[in-house]
């Protein structure tokens, strides 16, 4: 059972009642987006905690004593969403001796409604089929060492006018040269003579022009990511500025020349994976019987086949349950994606000794340090980012939300992934407060659930000159229904 050091320390200091947590969040909280009344933001939190259904503005309404213009109020504000997440994971969750990387990926919720704000058309991975509906970039800081992940802000994806005109100018160009596959050019004629063939090289008075992030075009995506790498860095640096964070991981989407430029400006390595028809290529050596002689030095060597790499960059193989896994790790370039950046590749080779088949895996990174477990194992840290996307949709109401003004959708998003980032900070105290090691989301749900139900109860046939419970009853009391209790 993991359990931070300072929740520990916490849950050992305040055995009396839950509710100074709650407290301790919302000043926190209240403190980081400007909100002088921080019982407003504690009663926020409970009511998230409290739903067990469908999680909308009218529902959360219904579970605190906020009414429900209140709560429009609240969502209507400009608020730092970003300092308050760094801000709550500096004060409850980070230990200085801990390792941490970033991990960020973007997800897309559908909607509906054509009025919601920055409503596009977003490839939803997890049916494979384009959907209407609002997309995100997300960020995360995630633990090394206990392989948690810690939100730290999103910002929404908005396409402008040019973006949607070079969209569908890119889909023009690919369906023209599909017809003309379909038609065929290979017959001629004294009408239709076959083309001349392309001269090679550069045309005359041609410039070469280096290809970095500076002079390739933005996309929506990457202008989002950009904004919201540039935030986060920012106050990471200013609250935690002795935070041991090297490394940057994204998925093979964000395998190029743009996001790795984009990384070393902030001092950052990054980690990706790419496609296993990738053109991976030596670094090219000079030798006695082929020394260097004059003009520009070579660059690239031997291309390797991807299947089956050269027998001296082997560095482990493992074989379970029939399955025979083999890392193979050198220094290379990827020229058609990096360019003349060396890279740290490692390519991983599963086979099924049953019947013989095999599946490649190819990860890289410009930190030539790495070792091939290392490389392995922080790739895979980044599916962590994953399940804050889950619990966001699943229980903060990321999936159920009704706004579709600008301020209401930003806040309301921002505030169903500050309820993930919070869940992390309060499962651990309950479940060192109460010895329940198998503790989640739902049975958190569960018991705040049971108690805003015994305090309305008590609201309604309690005598207010003779209390029968008071609130540090309230917030201690534990119902019967957890689903991981034992």
Same mark, same amino acid.
């Given at each position: 059972?993991?359990?931070?050091?300072?929740? #520990?320390?916490?849950?050992?200091?305040?055995?009396?009642?839950?509710?100074?947590?709650?407290?301790?969040?919302?000043?926190?909280?209240?403190?980081?987006?400007?909100?002088?009344?921080? *019982?407003?933001?504690?009663?926020?939190?409970?009511?998230?905690?409290?739903?067990?259904?469908?999680?909308?503005?009218?529902?959360?309404?219904?579970?605190?004593?906020?009414?429900?213009?209140?709560?429009?109020?609240?969502?209507?504000?400009?608020?730092?969403?970003?300092?308050?997440?760094?801000?709550?994971?500096?004060?409850?969750?980070?230990?200085?001796?801990?390792?941490?990387?970033?991990?960020?990926? *973007?997800?897309?919720?559908?909607?509906?409604?054509?009025?919601?704000?920055?409503?596009?058309?977003?490839?939803?991975?997890?049916?494979?089929?384009?959907?209407?509906?609002?997309?995100?970039?997300?960020?995360?800081?995630?633990? /090394?060492?206990?392989?948690?992940?810690?939100?730290?802000?999103?910002?929404?994806? /908005?396409?402008?006018?040019?973006? =949607?005109?070079?969209?569908?100018?890119?889909?023009?160009?690919?369906?023209?040269?599909?017809? =003309?596959?379909?038609?065929? +050019?290979?017959?001629?004629?004294?009408? &239709?003579?076959?083309?001349?063939? =392309?001269?090679?090289?550069?045309?005359?008075?041609?410039?070469?022009?280096?290809?970095?992030?500076?002079?390739?075009?933005?996309?929506?995506?990457?202008?989002?990511?950009?904004?919201?790498?540039?935030?986060?860095?920012?106050? /990471?640096?200013?609250?935690?500025?002795?935070?041991?964070?090297?490394?940057?991981?994204?998925?093979?989407?964000?395998?190029?020349?743009?996001?790795? *430029?984009?990384?070393?400006?902030?001092?950052?390595?990054?980690?990706?994976?790419?496609? #296993?028809?990738?053109?991976?290529?030596?670094?090219?050596?000079?030798?006695?019987?082929?020394?260097?002689?004059?003009? #520009?030095? %070579?660059?690239?060597? %031997?291309?390797?086949?991807?299947?089956?790499?050269?027998?001296?960059?082997?560095?482990?193989?493992?074989?379970?349950?029939?399955?025979?896994?083999?890392?193979?790790?050198? *220094?290379?370039?990827?020229?058609?994606?990096?360019?003349?950046?060396?890279?740290?590749?490692?390519?991983?080779? +599963?086979?099924?000794?049953?019947?013989?088949?095999?599946?490649?895996?190819?990860?890289?990174?410009?930190?030539?340090?790495?070792?091939?477990?290392?490389?392995?194992?922080?790739?895979?840290?980044?599916?962590?980012?994953?399940?804050?996307? #889950?619990?966001?949709?699943?229980?903060?109401?990321?999936?159920?939300?009704?706004?579709?003004?600008?301020? &209401?959708?930003?806040?309301?998003?921002?505030?169903?992934?500050?309820?993930?980032?919070?869940?992390?900070?309060?499962?651990?105290?309950?479940?060192?407060?109460?010895?329940?090691?198998?503790?989640?989301?739902?049975?958190?749900? /569960?018991?705040?659930?049971?108690?805003?139900?015994?305090?309305?109860?008590?609201?309604?046939?309690?005598?207010?000159?003779?209390?029968?419970?008071?609130?540090?009853?309230?917030?201690?009391?534990?119902?019967?229904?957890?689903?991981?209790?034992?």
């Amino acid at each position: 059972m993991w359990i931070p050091d300072k929740i #520990r320390t916490f849950a050992a200091k305040t055995k009396s009642s839950s509710l100074i947590m709650l407290q301790q969040i919302g000043n926190t909280l209240g403190t980081a987006l400007g909100v002088s009344n921080s *019982e407003v933001l504690t009663a926020i939190i409970s009511s998230y905690f409290s739903i067990l259904y469908m999680v909308t503005t009218r529902s959360l309404s219904r579970h605190s004593w906020l009414s429900e213009r209140s709560w429009f109020r609240f969502l209507s504000g400009n608020y730092t969403w970003i300092n308050a997440f760094v801000a709550l994971f500096a004060q409850f969750s980070y230990e200085v001796s801990e390792r941490y990387i970033l991990g960020f990926d *973007e997800t897309m919720q559908a909607k509906s409604r054509y009025s919601t704000y920055g409503i596009d058309r977003f490839y939803n991975s997890i049916i494979g089929i384009v959907q209407r509906g609002i997309g995100f970039f997300g960020c995360s800081l995630i633990s /090394i060492d206990a392989g948690k992940s810690y939100f730290m802000g999103l910002l929404q994806i /908005i396409r402008t006018p040019h973006d =949607k005109a070079r969209t569908a100018a890119i889909k023009a160009k690919k369906s023209q040269a599909k017809g =003309k596959a379909k038609k065929g +050019t290979s017959t001629t004629s004294a009408n &239709n003579p076959q083309p001349k063939p =392309k001269p090679k090289g550069h045309p005359k008075g041609a410039k070469n022009k280096p290809k970095s992030a500076e002079n390739t075009l933005e996309t929506a995506s990457f202008r989002t990511f950009k904004r919201l790498f540039v935030d986060v860095m920012t106050q /990471i640096k200013a609250q935690l500025p002795n935070i041991q964070l090297h490394h940057i991981v994204g998925d093979s989407a964000y395998a190029t020349l743009q996001y790795m *430029e984009l990384a070393l400006s902030e001092g950052l390595y990054l980690i990706s994976k790419v496609k #296993r028809n990738t053109v991976i290529c030596f670094p090219f050596q000079y030798t006695e019987q082929q020394p260097y002689t004059h003009g #520009r030095p %070579k660059v690239y060597g %031997k291309r390797i086949d991807n299947e089956n790499p050269p027998a001296h960059t082997l560095k482990n193989t493992t074989i379970q349950d029939n399955i025979k896994t083999e890392h193979f790790q050198f *220094e290379g370039y990827m020229k058609g994606i990096f360019g003349q950046i060396i890279l740290n590749i490692l390519i991983v080779r +599963t086979t099924d000794t049953t019947t013989n088949k095999t599946s490649i895996l190819i990860f890289c990174s410009n930190d030539l340090n790495l070792t091939h477990s290392q490389l392995w194992d922080y790739y895979h840290l980044r599916y962590q980012i994953e399940f804050d996307f #889950r619990d966001a949709k699943q229980h903060f109401g990321f999936a159920d939300f009704k706004n579709y003004k600008q301020n &209401n959708v930003t806040n309301f998003v921002n505030l169903a992934f500050m309820m993930c980032l919070i869940a992390k900070i309060i499962i651990p105290y309950y479940r060192q407060q109460y010895g329940m090691p198998k503790l989640g989301i739902t049975d958190l749900k /569960i018991i705040f659930n049971a108690r805003f139900t015994l305090k309305s109860f008590l609201n309604d046939t309690q005598n207010d000159q003779n209390p029968i419970f008071n609130a540090e009853a309230i917030h201690n009391f534990m119902p019967k229904t957890l689903i991981n209790a034992a």
